[in-house]
């Protein structure tokens, strides 16, 4: 996952945010009422004790026009058909001297942005239910940066353009981005039988929740495709790929054959460059920051939970890991 750059102080960081400002028809948000704000909190199934402190930090033109204004320019940034993409933007965490309001500030922009992204998603025809397993997310990341940080924030604010722009979606198990295979950044081409340089693909991202069973993800990657086709008629894709520390073969040696990891591994063949991932397994397995935590203070109550540890302690890395899939065909079961 795209990590978010150190929070620098509020002159720089509003200076950051005024320079992406882009051309863009987009209209500035407006105020939320709190009754509108809680609506679109259930929507984004943010979490019950996170409600409470965002209301009482929303931002206001006339009481906090600093936060306001930069408010604006990311919102235009966010819908700006020119703006770079989530990994080439520049949004840093929100000051620490805006305290609260600073964590929830990237919360605030995605409860005012709400309104134009769901318009789009209905455009287009998305079923209810996709949608609202898609926009999730949103309350997922906020109740993991809760149990990361001993308290309430959100800090995936470029992981979630994808939502807002309407680029991924969550069909089941897992979540699919419409992208393009760059091999120059993935370290190397996948092989003659696999997606070409600049092919559209779809891109695998496997939330936290729930076993990763087999059936699970056929399922996924079934209707993935159908759903391709049905709203993305003239984006095809016959590929999925996946980049994520799940790919890493060395989890074979600690999981039996039959673990549901190991399965999801033999769906990929696996190609390029394979960077070190230390920081994202522990983020990911534990919710603990990379670096805050010394390794035997970490829980050990399952058996991926020691087996990243016995890793890391005999001076091995973790290694994130790229692979490409054919996307099966066929509709899934029950369609």
């Known amino acids: ?34 009754g509108e704000a809680r609506r679109r909190m259930r929507i984004l199934a ?7 402190p965002v209301l009482a930090t929303m931002p206001d033109p006339a009481c906090t026009p600093e936060r306001w204004r930069a408010l604006r320019q990311c919102h235009r940034a966010l819908f700006s058909g020119t703006a770079p ?6 949004w840093p965490d929100a000051p620490v001297a805006f305290g609260e309001a600073g964590r929830y500030f990237y919360l605030h922009l995605y409860l005012l942005a709400l ?10 025809g998305v079923p209810d239910d996709v949608v609202a397993a898609t926009f999730a997310d949103v309350g997922a990341k906020t109740a993991a940066y809760r149990l990361a940080h001993g308290t ?5 604010q470029r992981w979630v353009m994808r939502h807002f722009r309407g680029t991924l979606h969550r069909l089941g198990r897992l979540q699919f981005e419409r992208t393009t295979l760059d ?15 600049g092919e559209r693909v779809l891109g695998v991202h496997i939330p936290e929740e729930g076993p990763l069973t087999p059936a699970g993800c056929e399922a996924s990657l079934r209707a993935a495709r ?9 984006e095809p894709a016959r590929f999925a790929t996946c980049s994520s520390w799940l790919l890493d073969e060395q989890l074979a040696a600690y999981l039996p054959p039959t673990a549901n990891i190991v399965r999801f591994q033999q769906r990929f063949t696996p190609f390029g460059t394979r960077p070190v991932g230390d920081d994202d397994i522990i983020d990911f397995v534990f919710h603990t920051p990379p670096g805050t935590t010394a390794l035997d203070r970490l829980p050990q109550l399952t058996t991926l939970q020691r087996a990243v540890v016995s890793h890391l302690r005999s001076g091995r890395h973790w290694r994130l890991t790229h692979g490409w899939a054919p996307l099966p065909t066929g509709a899934p079961p029950g369609t």
């Open 46 to 52: 943010v979490p019950a004790e996170d409600r409470g």
């Open 85 to 90: 993409g989530p990994r080439d933007t520049v």
């Open 183 to 197: 091999t120059a950044a993935l370290g190397g081409p996948p092989g003659p039988d696999g997606p070409a340089d």
């Open 115 to 124: 309104p134009r992204a769901l318009e789009r998603q209905r455009r287009i």
């Open 1 to 34: 996952m795209t990590p978010t750059p150190t929070a620098p102080d509020v002159e720089d960081w509003l200076d950051l945010l005024g320079r992406q400002r882009t051309a863009c028809d987009v209209p500035d948000p407006e105020p939320v009422a709190q």
């Open 152 to 156: 309430g924030g959100f800090d995936r």
């Open 226 to 234: 159908t759903f391709l086709a049905r709203h993305f008629p003239d």
